[in-house]
Nanobody
């Protein structure tokens, strides 16, 4: 599976964006998918993840209630809807995946395939 993230940009605080991650390859429906982000000078951190069935989902506490992860296996795409964006959400966002169990993981090193990243800037 190869991943291509898109949808980043500049948005004002309290605004919204939707990130997309398109996958190539026939095994997307077997992959657990996640979104991570990395701000300048900081380590890459977990944002959200969804398992292959779409039924097991996890969020970081910092985005819970504002972000929604979803997937469309027919389109081989995973989405991250980001609402009520805050300046501290500014980062490069990466989608990632791995072929794994029913329950998703939040650990960076468990994800074997990574997209190239898309920059989200929240600023007035």
């Amino acid at each position: 599976v190869q991943l291509q993230a898109s949808g980043g940009g500049l948005v004002q605080p309290a605004g919204y964006l939707r990130l997309s991650c398109a996958a190539s390859g026939r095994t997307f429906s077997n992959y657990n998918m996640g979104w991570f982000r990395q701000a300048p000078g900081k380590e890459r951190e977990f944002v959200a993840a969804v398992n292959w069935s779409g039924l097991n989902i996890l969020y970081a506490d910092s985005v819970k209630g504002r972000f929604t992860i979803s997937r469309d296996n027919a389109k081989s795409t995973v989405y991250l809807q980001m609402n009520n964006l805050k300046p501290e959400d500014t980062a490069v966002y990466y989608c990632a995946g791995y072929s794994g169990s029913y329950y998703v993981t939040t650990r960076v090193h468990d994800y074997t395939t990574w997209g190239q990243g898309t920059l989200v800037t929240v600023s007035s």
